[in-house]
């Protein structure tokens, strides 16, 4: 089972601050869609993220140190693995398409 790391977490973050955001539980959700958290360990893992005071003039690497610093976080992090992402990639052509030539179309099913 693959676990969630620091180096993720804290580009995660660093993405979140390049986007003018700010740590929420939400805004977490919304960017670790692809890893198994329950609403608990979610609530308290952006409880200790916000604790570090981290904010958009740090690098990656010093959100990773930070991030780091916390074994809190870091045994929050043990807990949490990444699922299965089920990708179905459909090729479409012909005549009946509004969009002219091939187009590639990914999603989740």
């Not at 993405?15 to 329950?38: E, P, Q, S, Y």
């Not at 993220?49 to 074994?71: F, G, P, T, V, Y």
């Amino acid at each position: 089972m693959e676990f969630i790391t620091t180096t993720i977490l804290s580009g995660v973050i660093y993405d979140i601050f390049k986007k003018g955001m700010l740590i929420t539980k939400d805004v977490l959700a919304n960017n670790l869609k692809k890893w198994l958290m329950d609403d608990v360990t979610l609530e308290k893992l952006t409880v200790k993220l916000q604790a570090l005071n981290l904010n958009d003039e740090m690098s990656e690497k010093a959100i990773e140190r930070e991030i780091n610093s916390s074994n809190e976080i870091k045994e929050l992090l043990s807990k949490i693995s990444a699922h299965n992402v089920d990708i179905n990639i459909q090729i479409h052509s012909g005549t009946g398409d509004n969009i002219i030539g091939n187009k590639i179309i990914n999603g989740n099913r």
